[in-house]
Nanobody, 126 residues
Framework: QVQLIESGGGLVQAGGSLRLSCTAS????????MGWFRQAPGKEREFVSA????????NYIDSVKGRFTISRDNAKNTVYLQMSSLKPEDTAVYYC???????????????????WGQGTQVTVSS
C-alpha cells in the first residue's frame, strides 16, 4: 500500500508564497502521475494541477495558471506545488494524489487516482 504524506501548509498573507510537498512510500513512485486537489469549506474537492511520471508534462486549473508550479523529484519520491501570489480564495485543504502508470498529466478527476494523502491546510489571509 502506497502512503502519501503532505507537508508545507500554513497561514500566509495574500500575495505570499508557500511550497507544498508530498512524499510517497514505496519504490514505484516514478510510475505514477501525481496530482494536487483542494477542498475549501463547504465546497467540493477540485483539481488544481497534475504532472506526468517523468515530469515532462503539466496541467493546471485556469485559476492558478501563472501562480502555481508543480514539479517532482523522482529520486526523492516527492512532488511539489509551489504557490505564489496567493489569494484568499486559495484557502483550502490541499491533497496530493497518485495514479498508477501515469503517462500523461491530463488526469483531473478524483476517480482517476489510486492513492491519496491526508491533506494539508493552506489559509490565505486578506
Amino acid at each position: 500500500q502506497v502512503q502519501l504524506i503532505e507537508s508545507g501548509g500554513g497561514l500566509v498573507q495574500a500575495g505570499g508564497s508557500l511550497r507544498l510537498s508530498c512524499t510517497a512510500s514505496g519504490r514505484t513512485f516514478i510510475s505514477y502521475a501525481m496530482g494536487w486537489f483542494r477542498q475549501a469549506p463547504g465546497k467540493e474537492r477540485e483539481f488544481v494541477s497534475a504532472i506526468n511520471r517523468f515530469g515532462t508534462s503539466r496541467n493546471y486549473i485556469d485559476s492558478v495558471k501563472g501562480r502555481f508550479t508543480i514539479s517532482r523529484d523522482n529520486a526523492k519520491n516527492t512532488v511539489y506545488l509551489q504557490m505564489s501570489s496567493l489569494k484568499p480564495e486559495d484557502t483550502a485543504v490541499y491533497y496530493c494524489a497518485g495514479k498508477r502508470t501515469g503517462y500523461s498529466a491530463t488526469y483531473s478527476r478524483m476517480d482517476e487516482y489510486d492513492y491519496w494523502g491526508q491533506g494539508t491546510q493552506v489559509t490565505v489571509s486578506s
